[in-house]
């Protein structure tokens, strides 16, 4: 059972990048999926889930309506897109996938398995 997410890297603010969670040795279609990140200091964040039939998303307000979580049952891997990237939403990502069917809320306890996290920059 393994996440591998990818996709970070450096951009400028206002610019776009799209993260990446491909997951082996398991079927997402049945868990609700999700996007956490810490910044350097803080506390890791829940930013977004999508729940398994696709037709319900959750954002954290410091990212609603500039990034977009997916999903594709086909390719088992789910995705981030980010958009009007400010330097705030510096942080390392992890993808996860939740013990339910379902998203309802972000404690760790909720959250079955995780990605090794990969690292967003944004600087001018």
């Known amino acids: 059972v393994q996440l591998q997410a990818s996709g970070g890297g450096l951009v400028q603010p206002g610019g776009s990048l799209r993260l990446s969670c491909a997951a082996s040795?398991?079927?997402?279609?049945?868990?609700?999926v999700g996007w956490f990140r810490q910044a350097p200091g803080k506390e890791r964040e829940g930013i977004s889930c999508?729940?398994?039939?696709?037709?319900?998303?959750n954002y954290a307000d410091s990212v609603k309506g500039r990034f977009t979580i997916s999903r594709d049952a086909a390719k088992n891997t789910f995705y981030l897109q980010m958009n009007n990237l400010k330097p705030d939403d510096t942080a390392v990502y992890y993808c996860?996938?939740?013990?339910?069917?379902?998203?309802?809320?972000?404690?760790?306890?909720?959250?079955?398995?995780w990605g090794q996290g990969t690292l967003v920059t944004v600087s001018s």
């Open positions: 996860a996938t939740a013990r339910g069917a379902w998203c309802i809320g972000w404690s760790g306890l909720l959250w079955r398995s």
């Open positions: 040795g398991f079927t997402l279609d049945k868990s609700a």
């Open positions: 999508i729940n398994y039939s696709n037709n319900n998303t």
